[in-house]
């Protein structure tokens, strides 16, 4: 009985964790995100006393669960193959967050529009951006692990109540749109930088030792 080869896009898309079941999780996890939008909770902002929907603690919170498979695709499974490899590691590097980046942005947009009409749909996808951009950054210099706990670990801190103050709370305050949009864009970009940089810095170390036994 003949093996019939796998293509070497299903390989390096094995690689980084992508399958059928991170497909099942990756829905599961944006129709969880949607639902904790629908729960009505207190208001963060002490002025106001109704109820709140939409991004007001749980559903801030759901928009960290598809980060949690983000962290799974930022950590590089074949780095030995990313810093020998003849092309460049940079290239392969931002090439790997762009694609991260674009699926999860593109997944964000399409599930902003399944949101209550409170909350105004730039600001999900802000707001998200951001918490990637957050999950990138340590998934880059940390590993897969650790990036899933810094984007709950920094909503959670802004919905303590007086920790921070509600002016500057850019999670939870649509006043502050202003600046969560271009602090989110920033943050996206400066993931694009570090991972360079980290790319580079690793191809060096492995070139280093050659060049000196090379002497």
């Not at 129709?31 to 902002?45: C, E, G, H, K, Q």
């Not at 942005?105 to 909350?119: F, R």
């Amino acid at each position: 009985m003949a093996v019939r080869p796998t293509p070497t896009p299903a390989l390096l898309l094995h690689h980084r964790g992508i399958d059928k079941g991170w497909g099942l999780w990756w829905l599961l996890a944006w129709a969880a995100a949607v639902a904790s939008s629908l729960v009505t909770i207190p208001r963060i902002d002490p002025g106001v006393s109704s109820a709140s929907s939409a991004l007001e603690q749980l559903g801030a919170i759901g928009l960290c669960l598809p980060l949690v498979l983000v962290g799974v695709l930022v950590q590089d499974r074949t780095a030995w193959l990313t810093t020998t490899a003849p092309r460049s590691p940079v290239l392969m590097r931002l090439g790997n967050l762009g694609l991260i980046t674009g699926v999860s942005l593109i997944s964000a947009m399409t599930a902003a529009a399944l949101y209550p009409n409170d909350i105004r749909w730039l600001r999900i996808v802000s707001l998200f951006a951001l918490l990637l951009a957050l999950t990138l950054i340590t998934g880059v210099l940390i590993g897969g692990v650790w990036a899933a706990f810094l984007a709950p670990a920094f909503v959670i801190l802004n919905t303590i109540p007086g920790l921070i103050p509600w002016e500057w709370n850019i999670v939870y305050n649509p006043a502050t749109d202003p600046v969560l949009i271009p602090t989110a864009a920033i943050s996206l970009a400066t993931a694009f930088i570090v991972a360079a940089t980290s790319a580079a810095v690793q191809r060096s170390l492995v070139q280093r030792p050659d060049r000196e036994d090379a002497r």
